[in-house]
């Protein structure tokens, strides 16, 4: 697996969306990123060759491509200027936007295990100037800061994802379906009780019994509904919150491990890092550099 640097983007449970608009030169090293969160992006103008994990594809003017949390990602600029729009979210917004099964639905596109060609979505030219329109509104209304900023960029995050849904479930596309149908109950309860008791220590039988499942049924059901397993999901919101507190003036390492709910700070130095390419020491010393 190739390596890579995090991302350092202010996201909190309040302000769960950052929209970056960037332009990259032709010829910059390509430096692998990696972050908690999960990120949509749109190209204009130039060719790219796109790097998600050990695999890599052709990336067009107007290509998206979808990333889920701690996934190494880059790409190296073959033609022209790349001009680029990146949305980076919690998982949450996506669970919380609708009912629980389109939610969970939306998710798993995103972190479910996947070749590089369909984490690239290539959309018909008839919908390329909708979709750079939402991308557009949704920079614009990240750096604008009016009232109603939040509820308007989940908006306009909702109808971008649903868009792209719906035309793949028109052009007949699919991710593999292997599991029976989901108790959407069980995993709700799931969901919650690991947001509320992630800094204590879950267990599955804990988990298991809130949900009203057997340990087995939970495991295979949480893995179907999102992409991945229910520790996989606890430890990347572990460390959402653990780069939040890293990221405000005044918290060290271990007070951080801590409220993170990790029992040792070898652990959460081992978390952290496999989740953002570099150790919580440095994250801390980059921020610090960055105030």
């Known amino acids: ?97 609708g009912p629980m099964e389109d939610g969970m639905r939306a998710l798993r596109r995103f972190t479910c295990r996947q070749p590089q060609a369909t984490r690239l979505i290539r959309p018909p030219r008839r919908m390329i100037p909708g979709l750079s329109r939402l991308f557009h509104e949704m920079a614009s209304e990240f750096s604008g800061r009016k009232f109603g900023r939040e509820i308007r960029l989940r908006s306009l995050l909702g109808e971008l994802v649903v868009s792209i849904l719906r035309w793949e479930e028109s052009s007949g596309f699919s991710l593999p379906e292997d ?12 969901l919650n009780y690991l947001r509320e008791n992630y800094s204590q220590p879950v267990y599955a039988e804990a988990l298991a019994k809130t949900s009203g499942v057997s340990e087995k049924r939970l495991r295979m059901q949480f893995k179907a509904a999102t992409g991945m397993s ?61 105030a």
Request: proline share 7%.
């Open 1 to 97: 697996m190739l390596g890579g640097v995090e991302t350092r983007q202010p996201l909190t449970e309040q302000s769960p969306i950052w929209v970056k608009r960037a332009i990259e030169p032709v010829g910059s090293p390509a430096l692998f990123e990696r972050h908690p969160y999960c990120e949509i992006s749109i190209t204009f103008e130039s060719n790219s060759m796109s790097l998600v994990g050990n695999e890599e594809a052709l990336r067009l003017p107007g290509d998206l491509e979808l990333v889920g949390p701690g996934i190494p990602h880059t790409s190296r600029v073959l033609s022209r200027a790349q001009k680029y729009i990146a949305v980076y979210f919690l998982p949450s917004v996506l669970i919380e936007m």
């Open 179 to 190: 599991a029976p149908e989901i108790d959407w109950r069980a995993i709700t309860k799931a």
């Open 230 to 290: 229910w520790m996989k999901f606890l430890q990347g919101y572990r460390i959402h919150r653990a780069s939040a507190l890293l990221s405000d003036p005044g918290h060290n390492v271990t007070e951080v491990a801590l409220a993170a709910g990790f029992d040792s700070l070898s652990h959460f130095n081992r978390t952290f890092h496999s989740f953002m390419g570099v150790s919580p020491q440095d994250y801390l010393k980059k921020g610090k550099q960055i």
